[in-house]
């Protein structure tokens, strides 16, 4: 399965974009079934100037392009399900077994995501119900998605 994250908004060449690079590089190789595409970027100077709901439609929009056909989409937001580690490790193995070849995780902008999105999402996840910065979303999802793998994997690195 291939498992893409998309993210409003550029994370900068700094701190938070080496240590997501660095779960992420550790994800991509740790499980065989798993493959990995870096977040994309869509936001504009247009959709900066735009209202809120505007600038969630068009981001909303550009996630739809970036879909596959049939793609599985699993959205982060706080006011989302909380599941612990294994829980998300079990959810990771059944939707990479389910037959789907796309998974889209997807990390929304300061307004968060747009409505239109949820009626569409497989799941929707909180990573706590305090609400985080996307530049540190990044991190958290891309250290449970290598922590997932592991535990799928049996790997030590995670200890319950
Ligand atoms: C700054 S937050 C946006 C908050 C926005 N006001 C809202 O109501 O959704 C940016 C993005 O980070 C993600 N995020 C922030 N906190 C989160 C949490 N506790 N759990 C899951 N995702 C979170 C969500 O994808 C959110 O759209």
Not at 65 to 94: I, M, N, P, Q
Request: aromatic fraction near 4%; proline fraction near 3%.
């Amino acid at each position: 399965m291939r498992i893409g994250l998309f993210a409003v908004g550029r994370l900068k060449a700094g701190p938070e974009k080496d240590l997501a690079g660095r779960y992420l590089d550790r994800f991509a190789k740790a499980g065989p079934a798993v493959g990995l595409e870096l977040a994309r970027v869509v936001e504009t100077a247009e959709s900066r100037a735009a209202n809120a709901e505007t600038r969630k439609r068009e981001e909303a929009g550009q996630l739809e392009k970036a879909l596959a056909d049939g793609s599985l989409l699993v959205l982060l937001d706080e006011r989302g399900k909380a599941l612990d580690s294994e829980a998300f490790a079990r959810l990771l193995g059944t939707l990479r077994d389910s037959g789907k070849r796309d998974l889209m995780i997807a990390i929304g902008g300061a307004d968060g995501l747009d409505p239109a999105l949820h009626a569409r999402a497989d799941a929707v996840l909180n990573l706590g119900k305090m609400t985080w910065p996307h530049q540190l979303v990044r991190i958290l999802i891309a250290e449970q998605l290598y922590r997932a793998v592991t535990i799928l994997s049996g790997h030590p690195y995670h200890r319950a």
